[in-house]
């Protein structure tokens, strides 16, 4: 059973505030990851963490940031939000096992974000 | 740019069926492929991880396969039930950085 969190679950927000999604697990994995999926579309990864203090860029730009300041969290934060950034926001862990194999990725259940 | 490629985008079947999801990749140093569940407006649920390494994995009534060479996945589903009803989806794994490459998922509904 995946331990990975994610809230809140839903927020409509006006555009131009700034807001922070929460993603937290309690599996002691090294790797998180953010993906934005819009709907009927596939998923895209925004950034990932290899483990604290580091972060990167995915494969979609996003005007989002994120921090690793502890393991079992990676926030993302936009500080300005607008109609465009109006997704379902998902957060994803995984840990390296021996050898450093990449492992199964277990996925939180998914912030659907709103902005008017 | 690698691709992940899923047919059909939607099924529809009678339950009882016995049914086969695609799944075709571009990424030749593939590390892994991973298949997943997700329910209207849900997270992912992860259904069968692959190692490059290995040929199948099976759980229950699932059995997913990995041909490396032709760049290609099949995810089983046996008797399928009603609460089969979801979308699938596949995902590559880099070999470099262990991030995921998705598809855009196939849709599956089981009558009844």
């Known amino acids: 059973e995946a331990d990975i969190y994610q809230t809140p679950r839903y927020l409509v927000i006006g555009t131009g505030k700034k807001i922070t999604l929460e993603c937290s697990q309690t599996?002691?994995?090294?790797?998180m990851y953010w993906y934005q999926q819009d709907p009927g579309m596939e998923l895209h990864l925004i950034h990932y963490?290899?483990?604290?203090?580091?972060?990167e860029k995915g494969d979609l730009s996003s005007e989002s940031t994120v921090s690793r300041i502890r393991t079992e969290h990676f926030p993302l934060t936009l500080e300005s939000a607008r109609p465009s950034h109006t997704s379902q926001y998902l957060c994803?862990?995984?840990?390296?096992?021996?050898?450093?194999?990449?492992?199964?990725?277990?996925f939180g259940p998914g912030t659907r974000l709103t902005v008017l | 740019k690698q691709e992940v490629t899923q047919i059909p985008a939607a099924l529809s079947v009678p339950e009882g069926e016995n049914l086969v999801l695609n799944c075709s990749f571009t990424?030749?140093?593939?590390?892994?492929l991973q298949w997943f569940r997700q329910d209207p407006g849900k997270g992912l649920t992860s259904l069968l991880l692959?190692?490059?390494?290995?040929r199948e994995q099976t759980s229950g009534r699932l059995n997913a396969s990995l041909d490396k060479s032709s760049g290609r996945s099949t995810l089983y589903i046996a008797a399928s039930q009603p609460g089969d009803s979801a979308t699938y989806l596949c995902?590559?794994?880099?070999?470099?950085?262990?991030?995921?490459?998705f598809g855009q998922g196939t849709t599956l509904q089981v009558k009844p």
């Open positions: 994803a862990s995984s840990d390296t096992g021996l050898a450093g194999v990449y492992n199964e990725q277990f």
């Open positions: 599996m002691g994995h090294d790797k």
């Open positions: 963490s290899y483990g604290v203090n580091s972060t």
């Open positions: 990424d030749s140093a593939i590390y892994n």
């Open positions: 692959i190692q490059s390494s290995q």
């Open positions: 995902a590559s794994g880099s070999s470099n950085t262990g991030k995921l490459i």
